[in-house]
């Protein structure tokens, strides 16, 4: 067991730490596209139930930003034949998902945008730190590296830009 | 996810083009003085013509983050 992934799977999903060693380019290929996946999905439903400008703007962001990057990523494993395969990350990332949309569809108003916004911090520290301990130092495939590489800056900015919105909001109150 | 170079300086009538190297969109903005790229998709330019001199802070409306300035003499 890879021990950097075991703490990358527990920030996730703590009771899936222990199903999955270390992942191959199949496996990466489908953890960067469900990642993606996920926050164009959080987006598109905050696009839809915020009032609030600045979350409207974050979340138009978040699904053009991620959208591209899943264009590029889903290229990318057709020219270099890799199919993208579910694992438990992935699994574990849909689960966490299914249950912050749960909560959000719930959510009104001031709620919902906090709620919303707090996640998306949340989310982007846990994805930046995945990137860093497990997806970047597991991949084998040079331009799977270089394309994981390439989106870091993005999502960092995404993390800085959702935490001015979440100072913002605290402001409000 | 930053402009390169974030400051330039350049000649009244210089064409400047900007070229997107990332792979998520951006745009090249200053609205006053109506500089608007429109987004750029991944690979994309756009040229600018700088005809007034003095300087142009412009950023990406996508990414308020990135910042530059175009300086005309």
């Known amino acids: 067991m890879n021990c950097k992934h075991l703490f990358a799977i527990a920030l996730v999903a703590p009771a899936l730490a222990l ?6 380019d199949p496996q990466i290929a489908h ?16 696009k839809s139930h915020t009032k609030n400008k600045e979350v409207q703007a974050f979340a138009r962001q978040m699904i053009t930003d991620h959208g591209a990057v899943n264009k590029q990523a889903g290229a990318l494993a057709k020219k270099l034949g890799v ?7 992935s699994k574990a990332l849909k689960k966490g998902a299914s249950e912050n949309m749960a909560n959000l569809k719930k959510l009104k108003d001031g709620a919902f945008d906090k709620a919303y ?5 949340t989310y982007h520290q846990q994805v930046l730190d995945a990137i860093d301990k497990v997806l970047v130092p597991s991949a084998q495939n040079a331009e799977l590296k270089g394309l994981i ?14 935490k001015h919105v979440q100072a913002d909001l605290g402001k409000k109150k | ?3 390169v170079p974030e400051r330039l300086e350049v000649a009244a009538g210089d064409r400047i083009t900007w070229t997107n190297r990332d792979i998520v969109p951006h745009t090249v903005t200053a609205q006053p003085a109506g500089v608007e790229s429109g ?7 756009w040229t600018y013509i700088a005809r007034k001199k003095g300087e142009i802070d412009y950023l990406c409306r996508l990414h308020p983050v ?8």
């Open chain 1, 117 to 121: 916004i707090d996640h998306e911090v």
């Open chain 1, 31 to 46: 953890i960067v596209v469900t990642a993606n996946q996920i926050d164009i999905d959080a987006g598109k439903l905050a």
């Open chain 1, 19 to 24: 199903a999955q060693g270390k992942p191959g």
């Open chain 2, 39 to 45: 987004e750029l998709a991944q690979g994309r330019s």
């Open chain 2, 66 to 73: 990135m910042r530059g300035t175009l300086v005309v003499k």
């Open chain 1, 149 to 162: 590489e390439k989106v870091r800056p993005a999502f960092q900015a995404h993390l800085d830009h959702a």
């Open chain 1, 83 to 89: 199919k993208p395969e579910d694992n438990d990350t």
């Open chain 2, 1 to 3: 996810m930053k402009f």
